[in-house]
């Protein structure tokens, strides 16, 4: 089953806007990940942030943790064409297991 | 550092018939995973193998999917028979704690059972 679950499934903007998605989750966890996918390739690592984080950045991405709310988004900002993909929420407990949820087909119009 | 590879990218297979995936970690990480994706979904774990032992398998429908790693380095995926349902992204992971617990994923291998 999986764990995540992120809203929009799918959200179209034009270049230079920030794109928001949203990650539910149900139980406790370790940390939190984001991942993209590009059509038809494997998923690439964005970000992590552990479950005693607020907020983590890494250049144009921002993510927040709110684990009272069992919830995580991820900001992209200035968006470009080449941000679009799909991304993915995924969940960690103890044993490392990340479980992900179904994603948001993110499309950046130029 | 080289990635996680994975062969093939593609197979195409008829129903009832047997398949391999092959997936070469990236060296030193002890754990290794095989998730399936099918189309329009989120990766799905199959298996966890930390070296070569079997960590979790609680997913893999083990009457037609067997998995093992070997010397905890290369690992296979097999599926025999093949039914339709299995047409999905096989995509091998693996990670280590000097990367915080982040996956590093291959490219999958895409299998299309007719």
């Known amino acids: 089953s999986q764990q995540g679950e992120e809203d929009p499934q799918a959200l179209s903007i034009q270049e230079g806007e920030n794109a928001t998605m949203n990650c539910s989750y149900k139980t406790s966890i370790n940390n939190l990940q984001w991942y993209r996918q590009n059509s038809g390739r494997g998923l690439v690592h964005l970000i992590l942030?552990?479950?005693?984080?607020r907020e983590k950045h890494s250049g144009r991405l921002r993510v927040t943790l709110d684990t009272s709310k069992k919830s995580s988004s991820l900001l992209i900002t200035a968006s470009r064409a080449a941000d679009t993909a799909s991304y993915f929420c995924?969940?960690?407990?103890?044993?490392?297991?990340?479980?992900f949820g179904k994603g948001t087909k993110l499309t950046v119009n130029p | 550092e080289a990635g996680v590879a994975q062969s093939p990218r593609y197979k195409i297979i008829e129903k009832r018939q047997s398949v391999a995936f092959w997936c070469n970690p990236i060296?030193?990480?002890?754990?290794l995973y095989w998730y399936q994706q099918i189309l329009g979904q989120g990766p799905k774990l199959l298996i966890q193998f930390q070296n070569n032992g079997v960590v979790d398998d609680s997913q893999l429908p083990k009457d037609r999917f067997s998995a093992e790693r070997l010397k905890g380095v290369d690992s296979t995926l097999k599926i025999q028979p093949a039914k339709l349902e299995d047409s999905a992204v096989y995509l091998c992971?693996?990670?280590?704690?000097?990367?915080?617990?982040?996956?590093?994923f291959g490219s999958g291998t895409r299998l299309t059972v007719v």
């Open positions: 992971a693996s990670s280590s704690i000097k990367d915080s617990y982040g996956y590093t």
């Open positions: 942030i552990r479950s005693n984080e």
């Open positions: 995924a969940t960690a407990a103890l044993s490392e297991k990340l479980v």
């Open positions: 060296s030193g990480h002890a754990t």
